[in-house]
């Protein structure tokens, strides 16, 4: 316990090398917490300190944790086209509410190689009208790749927007088929 009486999550992380850049893997003893794109140092000492702050502990470099390692090893297989389902317990620790709820049916709901709609997401979750409230949850999502954000699109064929920057996004829909390779 820290000294406000709350209670400290052991939290462990490691920066893995990825087809996308450097990702940056957190865990708790309840499953993968955290995956942040573009880890470069300043980016990775931005995120601890932001799990610091939300689970309490100093997060621990520990790239041989099981569950680290384990999550490393998938998105490996992920990249190579190997994998198209993540099986990591998750601590969905970092978000509540509607943010979620519409986060846990974008993972269960919207399988490898297929997209859905913000406006189709937000009706999956019984609000339909919240198109902007999924794009806003979209932004939230604290295990990006693992929970598919890159998934979610605009109702009109656009990409819509992304945390990890629309490359990121483009790449990753076209390793799963769902838009062409780039000319050049």
Not at 79 to 87: I, L, N, S, V, W
Not at 115 to 135: C, I, K, T
Request: proline share 7%; with cysteine.
């Amino acid at each position: 316990m820290d000294s406000l009486g709350q209670e400290q999550q052991r939290v462990v992380w490691a920066v893995v090398d990825s087809d996308i850049g450097p990702l940056m893997l957190a865990a708790t003893g309840d499953g993968l917490v955290n995956v942040v794109f573009h880890a470069t140092d300043t980016v990775r000492d931005r995120a601890l300190e932001r799990l610091a702050a939300r689970l309490g502990g100093e997060p621990v470099e520990d790239p041989r944790s099981p569950l680290l390692a384990d999550a490393a090893d998938q998105l490996r297989a992920y990249f190579a086209g190997e994998r198209h389902t993540f099986d990591l317990p998750l601590d969905w620790s970092l978000i509540s509410g509607f943010n979620r709820q519409v986060l846990r049916e974008l993972a269960s709901g919207v399988p490898y190689g297929t997209v859905v709609g913000y406006g189709d997401l937000a009706g999956r979750v019984g609000q339909p009208g919240g198109a902007q409230a999924v794009g806003a949850a979209m932004g939230a999502n604290p295990l990006p790749l693992v929970v598919p954000c890159h998934r979610v699109v605009e109702r009109d064929g656009g990409i819509g927007g992304f945390g990890g920057g629309l490359e990121t996004k483009r790449q990753l829909l076209a390793l799963e088929g769902v838009l062409p390779e780039p000319l050049f």
